[in-house]
């Protein structure tokens, strides 16, 4: 079963716009990661944020995660055509030595149109 | 590229069919899980397997079984398949950044 929703679900932007993408969860996690899918590909990591982090960035990318409403969000700032994908987040609960299964929200369709 | 393959890249088969899927984990990396892509389920873990022993099940149907053999390359094994096991089949691994998985690029299972 899915961790929680994603919104939008679907997203159009212009080049050069700021895309943001939200996500929920249900449980108390110990991490909330966002990978990118390019069309029916591999899914690719792109941040990850620890339940005692608030804000994460990286590059053009800014994360933040509210766990008292159980929420973060995914800002790509100056997007471009490139950055058109799906975006998931992921949630591990644990903190097992050999690695924690994800949880993965129902994923946000962004097109950044050049 | 992630370092972690899989094939075959496509299967065509009927129902009632068995098949297999197989990963190759990153260089050094112990961990293995199976995820399974569709349209009305999303992305749902499988199971996981961690220097060949299994760590976690999730939703994984009794017709499927999994394992990990010592040089630490992961077997999915879909037996009686059924129309709407049709899905994307992902591997993915981790390794020493344990949160961190790194996925294959799928393999692409159509039941007729």
């Known amino acids: 079963s899915q961790q929680g929703e994603e919104d939008p679900q679907a997203l159009s932007i212009q080049e050069g716009e700021n895309a943001t993408m939200n996500c929920s969860y249900k449980?108390?996690?110990?991490?909330l990661q966002w990978y990118r899918q390019n069309s029916g590909r591999g899914l690719v990591h792109l941040i990850l944020?620890?339940?005692?982090?608030r804000e994460k960035h990286s590059g053009r990318l800014r994360v933040t995660l509210d766990t008292s409403k159980k929420s973060s969000s995914l800002l790509i700032t100056a997007s471009r055509a490139a950055d058109t994908a799906s975006y998931f987040c992921a949630t591990a609960g644990g903190q097992e030595t050999s690695g924690s299964r994800l949880t993965f929200g129902e994923g946000t369709q962004l097109t950044v149109n050049p | 590229d992630s370092g972690v393959t899989q094939t075959p890249k496509h299967l065509i088969t009927a129902t009632g069919q068995r098949v297999t899927l197989r990963c190759s984990p990153r260089s050094g990396d112990l961990s293995v899980y199976w995820y399974q892509q569709s349209l009305d389920q999303g992305l749902q873990f499988l199971i996981q397997?961690?220097?060949?022993?299994?760590?976690a099940k999730g939703n994984i149907l009794e017709r499927f079984s999994a394992q990990q053999f010592p040089d630490l390359h992961s077997e999915l094994n879909l037996s009686s398949l059924e129309l709407g096991d049709s899905a994307l089949y992902f591997c993915?691994?981790?390794?020493?950044?344990?949160?961190?998985?790194?996925f294959g690029a799928g393999t692409r299972l159509s039941v007729l």
């Open positions: 449980t108390s996690i110990n991490n």
């Open positions: 944020i620890r339940s005692n982090e």
């Open positions: 397997y961690y220097n060949g022993e299994e760590r």
């Open positions: 993915a691994s981790s390794g020493l950044a344990k949160n961190i998985q790194y």
